[in-house]
């Protein structure tokens, strides 16, 4: 289901979206676009329903809003003393006001979708191919807990609004970050565009969609340079400065170089400890996969119909939130290119 509603989307609302800018020869926001692709795409998987951020007028869509900002909020917490956040909360005022409402909207949502999937799911009247969709809702609603019972509507909330905070911004983030594209967009040859891999992946390493992370220490620990860590204590690790620790990647390590990925001009990924865009280990992201295919799919199709250019005096500043947008979007104008371009980069790759 993922890889098919991606190409429709792509096919059919990003692609036009982005001749509808050409045709009005105005610039886009392409961080803005990728980010309704990306959502549209990731609640359809969730919930098995299409919020239709990335319609032509790019309409604006209250949950997709109501969820940006509780990940602009939530970022506050990780660097506010705990007391302070928590008092604020208690008495609801300045941004955990604005979190609790975004979270509500956000709940509410889900839980209007969770509703009517149920009645839907219990009509026996309703055809069986809607019954067997495959959206994590749905599998989800068809299985049992431990002790062999439906898992709770507030489980099954929580299960899909993570996965959507998991899979939505991480991967338009990066993509936005992501400066110039060399593939063709042939769907099934996604998996071997080793060189946009490498590329994306140094975006990655260079730009983490998740710049900051933190673990909750749960049993007294020594850390492998000798720190000791207490019990509750609470450890954040910055993925943005790993990724240019010069120990760890070399004295061009603020520069952006694909190659370093490669080997005889085929991927290599590194080890999650001096890559950790992707976290490690136990808590992996397990999106991983799925992300690369999105992101490449999406990038190729774009540089395959479009010369892109970031407009000039466009600002790039990074935005403090759980993903690192881009705080003033990515303005860029669009050029088709024309026939004899695409057929001489046919020429030239075979
Ligand atoms: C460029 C794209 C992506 C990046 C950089 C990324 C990064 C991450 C990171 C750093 C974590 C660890 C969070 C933590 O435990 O502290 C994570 C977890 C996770 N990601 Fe991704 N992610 C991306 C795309 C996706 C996508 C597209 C999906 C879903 C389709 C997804 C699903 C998940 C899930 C379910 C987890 C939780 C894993 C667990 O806790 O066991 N991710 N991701």
Not at 166 to 183: K, Q
Not at 227 to 233: D, E, G, L, N
Not at 322 to 332: A, C, D, E, I, S
Request: positive net charge; proline residues 4%; hydrophobic residues 40%.
């Amino acid at each position: 289901m993922t890889t098919e509603s991606l190409i429709e989307l792509v096919h059919s609302r990003l692609l036009p979206v982005l001749m509808d800018s050409i045709e009005q020869s105005a610039p886009i926001d392409l961080q803005d676009v990728l980010l309704r692709l990306t959502f549209d795409n990731i609640c359809m998987m969730a919930f098995g329903v299409d919020p239709g951020c990335l319609r032509p007028a790019l309409p604006k869509i209250p949950f997709a809003r109501a969820f940006e900002l509780a990940t602009e909020v939530t970022v506050l917490r990780f660097v506010t003393p705990t007391f302070i956040w928590k008092v604020m909360r208690s008495l609801n005022i300045g941004t955990e006001r604005e979190l609790k409402n975004s979270i509500k909207e956000v709940d509410q949502f889900a839980n209007n979708v969770i509703c009517r999937r149920k009645k839907e799911l219990s009509l026996d009247a309703m055809d069986d191919n809607k019954k067997a969709r495959s959206d994590l809702l749905t599998v989800f609603m068809n299985l049992k807990d431990d002790d062999g019972k439906p898992f709770l509507d507030k489980f099954l909330r929580d299960i899909c609004v993570n996965f959507i905070l998991a899979g939505r911004d991480t991967s338009s983030v990066a993509l936005g970050s992501f400066g110039c594209l060399i593939e063709i967009p042939t769907p099934d040859e996604v998996k071997k565009m080793e060189y946009l891999q490498a590329a994306l992946s140094e975006a990655l390493r260079l730009y983490p969609s998740v710049p900051l992370d933190h673990k909750e220490v749960v049993e007294d620990d020594v850390l492998p340079d000798g720190t000791i860590v207490k019990m509750r204590t609470k450890v954040l690790y910055a993925i943005y400065s790993i990724g240019r620790m010069e120990s760890l990647w070399g004295k061009d390590c603020r520069e952006f170089k694909p190659e370093r990925c490669l080997r005889d001009r085929r991927f290599m990924s590194k080890s999650a400890y001096k890559f950790a865009a992707f976290n490690g280990r136990a808590r992996l992201c397990l999106g991983k996969d799925f992300a690369y295919y999105q992101m490449k799919f999406t990038a190729a199709s774009i540089i395959y119909w479009y010369r892109v250019k970031v407009m000039e005096n466009h600002l790039v500043v990074r935005k403090l939130a759980l993903t690192m947008y881009m705080k003033y979007g990515l303005m860029v104008e669009l050029c088709k290119r024309n026939e004899a371009e695409i057929l001489e980069h046919f020429r030239t790759k075979s």
